[in-house]
């Protein structure tokens, strides 16, 4: 692989995190064979990444953008471009109507209503997307009856006979039939569209180069059960180094910020009793400014041996927050760390440090050390995988969830997966309580659970445990329960608010009785903008 090419990617206003995250995508879209891992591993790094152009990258690839939890994971990331979410919500919304289609007693004007935004976001979609919608609601329809086999996600299939015993089947025939009008421009070109200028595709297979810099690999092999052996000994940190050369005129004509003392030896550190402002001056945390000059072997590993086995506080402090790792390593080997100083050693610890603090099931163990591990940058996956399982409250989780320290991906998904699971474990009485108490930092991660639950949604906002800021996601949501949308619209407490009215209008899933008495109330601007909306259902542009 060309070694400009991070360079280059530099110059173009990449970060090295966001050139790495494409390698790795570039290698897994250039692998012969495709497995489902791989499709894992995309759907966290949609989920979780905060780079617009890794995100753009993983929709230029078409059978990635046309899976389904791809599809999601993409919906789910606040960073994801609002072009691509628009385009990802209609599609979501069509299966969301499907589904509330098939509700027991519903009123026959009201699924004929359905039906006709069903048809609306339909037509908006690309020729490829309406394929691939096609495909996933007949797939659909098949498994409800447990067919075997699901239809070709590439071609739109016909109906086999037998399904038009289904009830949906023919209802699908005729919602997806091909519309007169003429056909939105696709978002992107159907054939296999360029890669970011970045990184070039054709170099990608070859062996690649680490990335200068502390980037630390996308996804690290980890343990999943809790280690019986110690962990191997992971490679040091990178750091700058200087050149040979600057090391060979360093040596010739060393220049000291200042004399140390000429008594400094072994002798004269472990004498006293206490510490002479010389011993200070030693342990004194080295810059890049101003580099002090190596120690004496001997005084190196007195330095060493006093980390290990010093009786004084004080001493021990200073030297567990030295700069040199090996003396943070003999530290911690001292028997008198207490847990509050291994604390502070874990909180700006470095990889080896902290792969050692790891192994020490001892220090591991201790609440405030897990804390400290959890939030460092530096921490292996396999600790702070095994410290988010033993959380149970939803705010820890949702802390894990909300922290920028937190680089490993596959640890803020095992945090979602969590807290999936604790809040589908909850009785309604605890997930209104749950909601009244954590917000929209809550409801953020559980969308999907929290609309698919339309007695909680209404719950929530018939007792008003929703602030106005979440109202208002609730009524841009294209996956918001129907019903829902209709309590928001009726109700004046939430209609007071204009962008609340304006997003239910905007909004295909409002039912049409809700959305014709809001339209009203619209600036004449934001209702010539509706005229041109093909989102907007038909009646309701009329009356814009």
């Not at 192994?359 to 995988?385: D, H, I, K």
């Not at 490993?408 to 979602?416: G, I, P, Q, T």
């Amino acid at each position: 692989m060309d070694p400009n090419k991070p360079d280059r990617g530099r110059e173009e206003g990449l970060s090295e995190v966001e050139v790495s995250y494409l390698k790795l995508l570039e290698s897994l879209r250039a692998a012969a064979q495709h497995g489902a891992s791989d499709l894992g591993v995309v759907q966290r790094i949609a989920a979780w990444i905060e780079a617009e152009s890794v995100l753009d990258f993983i929709c230029l690839h078409q059978r990635w953008y046309d899976d389904w939890e791809i599809k999601e994971a993409l919906l789910r990331n606040d960073r994801t471009p609002v072009e691509i979410r628009t385009e990802l919500e209609k599609q979501i919304a069509i299966f969301d109507l499907l589904r509330e289609l098939d509700a027991p007693g519903l009123p026959q004007a009201e699924a004929h209503e359905i039906q006709e935004d069903v048809r609306s976001l339909f037509r908006t979609l690309s020729s490829h997307d309406r394929d691939v919608v096609r495909a996933r609601a007949y797939q659909l329809s098949s498994s409800r009856k447990a067919e075997p086999e699901a239809p070709p996600p590439t071609e739109p299939p016909s109906p086999p006979a037998e399904t038009a015993a289904d009830r949906r089947g023919p209802e699908l025939e005729e919602l997806f039939q091909p519309q007169p009008q003429s056909q939105p421009q696709p978002r992107r070109p159907a054939e296999a569209p360029p890669r970011p200028e970045a990184v070039e595709p054709a170099e990608a297979p070859e062996p690649r180069e680490p990335v200068p810099g502390p980037v630390e690999p996308v996804f690290e092999p980890v343990l999943e059960t809790e280690p019986s052996v110690a962990p191997s000994e992971p490679e040091p940190p990178l750091v700058a180094e200087a050149a040979p050369a600057e090391l060979e005129a360093a040596e010739e004509t060393p220049e000291p910020p200042e004399a140390l003392p000429e008594d400094l030896g072994e002798a004269g550190i472990a004498e006293p009793e206490a510490v002479p402002p010389h011993v200070e001056d030693l342990l004194r945390p080295l810059t890049h400014e101003m580099p002090l000059p190596e120690l004496p072997p001997a005084a190196a590993r007195r330095e060493l041996e006093l980390a290990a086995t010093t009786d004084d506080p004080d001493l021990l402090r200073i030297l567990a927050g030295d700069a040199d790792e090996d003396v943070q390593l003999a530290a911690l080997r001292n028997p008198r760390l207490g847990e509050d100083l291994a604390a502070a050693v874990a909180r700006h610890a470095g990889m080896r440090v902290a792969q050692e603090l790891y192994r020490n099931r001892t220090l591991f163990a201790r609440p405030s050390v897990r804390r400290a591990l959890l939030e460092s940058p530096s921490a292996p996956a396999a600790a702070q995988l095994e410290i988010v399982g033993t959380l149970g409250q939803l705010g820890d989780l949702l802390k894990v969830l909300s922290s920028p320290k937190i680089r490993h991906l596959e640890v803020k998904a095992k945090a979602r997966s969590s807290l999936q699971t604790r809040f589908r474990a909850m009785g309604g009485g605890e997930k209104v309580a749950a909601v009244r108490r954590h917000g929209r930092p809550l409801l953020k991660q559980l969308w999907t659970d929290f609309f698919r639950d339309e007695t909680l949604v209404l719950r929530c906002l018939e007792e008003r445990q929703l602030d106005g800021a979440t109202v208002l996601e609730i009524a841009r949501s294209k996956i918001a329960p129907r019903r829902a949308l209709e309590v928001i619209g009726t109700q004046p407490a939430w209609t007071a608010q204009y962008a609340v009215r304006l997003a239910l209008v905007q909004n295909p899933k409002t039912p049409r009785r809700v959305a014709s008495q809001l339209v009203r109330t619209l600036s004449p601007a934001d209702r010539r903008a509706l005229k041109n909306n093909p989102s907007v259902a038909e009646a309701v542009r009329r009356q814009a």
